[in-house]
């Protein structure tokens, strides 16, 4: 069974940095692409970054990109968001997510980590 599990999440001021990490078990994810979203209340889950299991094809949204980094360790089944000069916009709920490269849809989803940014 497919388990992605993060950690990581905090409390941080503005202009300081966290890194998400993002343990997956349960299968070989080699054609798998793993993302990092984020939900801010009251408004919709949003695609934050993605990479493909084996680097390729890194995918950032406009308001991330020379902010956020995405990563991955493939000894340790591991994907990393990290996250510098955050801003109190960035505030929300952190899920990594796992789809098959061939597929649209992300098909598994971890529980999600709360990142707040303090003004």
């Known amino acids: 069974q497919v388990q992605l599990v993060e950690s990581g999440g905090g409390l941080v001021q503005a202009g300081g940095s966290l890194r998400l990490s993002c343990a997956a078990s349960?299968?070989?994810?080699?054609?798998?692409?793993m993302g990092w979203f984020r939900q801010a209340p009251g408004k919709e889950r949003d695609l934050v970054t993605a990479i493909n299991w084996n680097g390729g094809n890194p995918y950032y949204a406009d308001s991330v990109k020379g902010r956020f980094t995405i990563s991955r360790d493939n000894g340790k089944n591991t994907v990393y968001l990290q996250m510098n000069s955050l801003k109190p916009e960035d505030t929300a709920i952190y899920y990594c997510?796992?789809?098959?490269?061939?597929?649209?849809?992300?098909?598994?989803w971890g529980q999600g980590t709360q990142v707040t940014v303090s003004s």
């Open positions: 349960g299968r070989t994810f080699s054609n798998y692409r």
């Open positions: 997510a796992a789809r098959r490269i061939i597929n649209r849809d992300y098909d598994y």
